[in-house]
């Protein structure tokens, strides 16, 4: 039963171009998403979060859209650089509850100079 | 603020025997988890403490894991027996809710490979 699909399983994309990232989930209680980039032999590094009370969450080059009633998120990274190259996944939780994470199969990233 | 530390980064071990892998959370952070990471898999949930109190465990969490918080600081997680489909990254990760919100903050994992 996978709460949470990340269907891409790798994008390339040109230097300076935008990077979109796509992530599903069923479960409608989610409340809280969050996006993380996971480079080999590393623990997952914190990128951006949504709550379900926003449709939109930017920092910097990194945004974060929600559709809830599609039950969708994506990343949208801009401008795309080689250094974003990595594993990205996409989590998500009910803020009652257990607060465990639920995570995506992930989509590597490849930027190409 | 050190991050997340994790003890040891590698571990190779032959099966059956007992393995125990240390995190030291974020100093203020008093929520606490562990995730397993297997090739081509996202992080799953293993078990998840609040202060020294561990509030639940994954049915992943077999009876040969176990694991600890016992001042409300670092945790340790041992397996016993070690199985061959224990082969995974283990990570730990720690979090200090803010409203509404609760950011978790990753460890490097623990690698362990069972020969």
């Known amino acids: 039963d996978q709460q949470v699909k990340q269907n891409s399983p790798s994008l390339s994309v040109q230097e300076g171009r935008i990077s979109i990232l796509n992530c599903d989930y069923t479960?409608?209680?989610?409340?809280?998403f969050l996006w993380y980039k996971k480079y080999p032999a590393e623990g997952p590094t914190f990128l951006i979060s949504?709550?379900?009370?926003?449709d939109k969450n930017e920092d910097g080059r990194f945004t974060v859209f929600l559709n809830k009633s599609a039950k969708h998120l994506s990343l949208h990274i801009v401008p795309s650089q080689p250094g974003d190259s990595a594993v990205y996944f996409c989590?998500?939780?009910?803020?009652?509850?257990?607060?465990?994470?639920?995570f995506g199969t992930g989509t590597r990233l490849k930027v190409l100079a | 603020d050190t991050g997340v530390s994790q003890n040891p980064r590698h571990k190779i071990t032959k099966r059956g025997q007992n393995v125990t892998f240390r995190c030291d959370p974020i100093s203020e952070h008093n929520r606490l988890y562990w995730y397993r990471q297997t090739l081509g898999q996202g992080p799953e949930f293993l078990t998840y403490?609040?202060?020294?109190?561990?509030?639940?465990k994954s049915r992943l969490l077999s009876d040969r894991f176990s694991a600890e918080r016992p001042k409300g600081s670092f945790s340790t997680l041992e397996i016993q027996r070690t199985e061959q489909g224990d082969s995974a990254m283990y990570l730990c990760a720690s979090s200090l809710p803010r409203g509404y919100t609760d950011t978790q903050y990753f460890g490097p994992g623990t690698r362990l490979t069972v020969l």
């Open positions: 949504i709550s379900s009370i926003k």
């Open positions: 989590a998500a939780s009910t803020t009652s509850g257990t607060y465990k994470y639920i």
């Open positions: 479960n409608s209680m989610f409340d809280y």
């Open positions: 403490f609040q202060n020294e109190a561990q509030l639940e």
